[in-house]
């Protein structure tokens, strides 16, 4: 005659109570979706789908366009082609890989990152440099891709393109204010 011995009632109650956790760790981690552009906000401020219940705003690191959404402050020149610019580089739908750098978000709360759109790799806020549609701004301790930034800036710069033709440089308003003499 064979003895079975029987757990103890408090071993099974504990066994049964992390059997969903047990479940969940055996079929692995949840596969991460690859993020996807859902909305471009302006030349520098895009919306990510990181997943169906996680949206997020994100600031492009290193870029800085002409303002075009700021109720404080008046569009800008090259604004409204720099934000048409972006949404032809990043359609929503579009696959992109984000890059972080040190500090994770923005005082508005936005996530800062460089983004490669997924399809080619192409480094988004570097082509926005190179053709003229922003310009540079590194702010420590954000720097990693300073150097490829500043050379794209450079390159616009020195081929007179984008803003640097249009407005003659960053920061232009749109419609200056009429000036005021005495």
Do not use: K
């Not at 596969?31 to 996807?36: G, I, L, N, Q």
């Not at 549609?133 to 390159?155: C, F, Q, R």
């Amino acid at each position: 005659m064979r003895t079975v011995l029987a757990a103890p009632r408090w071993i099974v109650v504990v066994c049964l109570g992390f059997a969903p956790i047990l479940a969940s760790c055996a079929s692995g981690p949840p596969v991460a979706s690859t993020p996807t552009i859902v909305d471009v906000i302006d030349g520098d401020t895009i919306v990510v789908a990181f997943g169906p219940e996680a949206v997020e705003t994100v600031r492009l690191l290193g870029v800085d366009t002409p303002e075009t959404v700021d109720p404080s402050r008046p569009q800008q020149c090259f604004g409204a082609e720099a934000s048409g610019y972006l949404r032809s580089l990043l359609p929503a739908g579009t696959h992109i890989r984000l890059e972080r750098d040190v500090e994770a978000r923005d005082h508005f709360g936005r996530l800062l990152g460089y983004v490669f759109r997924s399809s080619d790799q192409l480094f988004v806020n570097q082509e926005l440099l190179r053709n003229g549609y922003a310009d540079v701004s590194i702010y420590e301790p954000n720097s990693t891709y300073a150097p490829t930034l500043e050379a794209a800036v450079t390159s616009a710069r020195t081929r007179n393109v984008g803003l640097w033709d249009v407005c003659g440089g960053a920061d232009v308003a749109l419609d200056p204010p009429p000036i005021r003499t005495g």
